[in-house]
């Protein structure tokens, strides 16, 4: 199975919102509301930021939101800071009877 | 809650290896941990997943057969092992924390990079 489809960058303006795709199959992200997304700086390990596609977990900006629509998955940053600047990566069950979770390939932001 | 893994390996291919990622901090019966790898530059590959309570493993379909996941719930640790590395593995492995029924990883581990190279 592929993994989930995202733009290899983003990039934009310090306060600015920018939003980050994620297109997987009616097997995986449009099957289910399980999407997650995970923010990795560069040497550390990824973080939750979102789960079931829109929950944030304590202590996670509000400023980090999430959505879905048909097989595509959302993540978007607004009021964008020099810190967002970090590796993403969206994540999404694919069922029990194939490989359970798929990752996307990475989205590397870019803070201008 | 802490995951904390074993720490480097240097191997040379055809060498079997065995890393670890020990669990505190909370009750492991309500968990799986997941081995996620990341290669060199590249991104993020769920390898499979065990349930710390009784060695319960599922494998991606692009690592079955390839490593074999295993636990030891006295000491709420989960290991990942290679019977014959190669050189194609070379990458930083994760463990992560997943809740039963959940999806998602709430708790990461802070890597162990393994290194394969004759």
């Known amino acids: 199975q592929s993994a989930l489809t995202q733009p290899a960058s983003v990039s934009g303006s310090p306060g600015q919102s920018i939003t980050i795709s994620c297109t997987g199959t009616?097997?995986?992200?449009?099957?289910?509301?399980?999407v997650s997304w995970y923010q990795q700086n560069p040497g550390k390990a990824p973080r939750l930021l979102i789960f079931?596609?829109?929950k944030r977990p304590s202590g996670v900006s509000n400023r980090f939101s999430g959505s879905k629509s048909g097989n595509t998955a959302s993540l978007t940053i607004s009021g964008l800071q020099t810190k967002d600047e970090a590796d993403y990566y969206c994540?999404?069950?694919?069922?029990?009877?194939?490989?359970?979770?798929?990752f996307g390939g990475g989205t590397k932001v870019t803070v201008l | 809650v802490y995951l904390v893994q074993s720490g480097a390996e240097v191997k040379k291919p055809g060498e079997s290896l065995k890393i670890s990622c020990q669990s505190s901090?909370?009750?492991?019966?309500?968990?799986?941990i997941a081995w996620v790898r990341q290669k060199p530059g590249q991104g993020l590959e769920w390898v499979g997943i065990?349930?710390?309570?009784?060695?319960?493993?599922r494998y991606s379909p692009s690592f079955q057969g390839q490593v074999t996941m295993s636990a030891d719930k006295s000491i709420t640790t989960a290991y990942l092992q290679w019977s014959s590395l190669k050189a194609s593995d070379t990458a930083l492995y994760y463990c992560?924390?997943?809740?039963?029924?959940?999806?998602?990883?709430?708790?990461w581990g802070q890597g162990t990079l393994v290194t394969v190279s004759s």
């Open positions: 992560a924390r997943r809740e039963t029924g959940k999806y998602y990883f709430d708790s």
């Open positions: 901090g909370y009750s492991f019966t309500d968990y799986w």
């Open positions: 065990v349930y710390l309570a009784d060695s319960d493993a």
């Open positions: 009616s097997s995986d992200v449009g099957s289910y509301n399980l």
């Open positions: 079931e596609v829109t």
């Open positions: 994540c999404s069950y694919a069922g029990s009877t194939s490989s359970f979770v798929l």
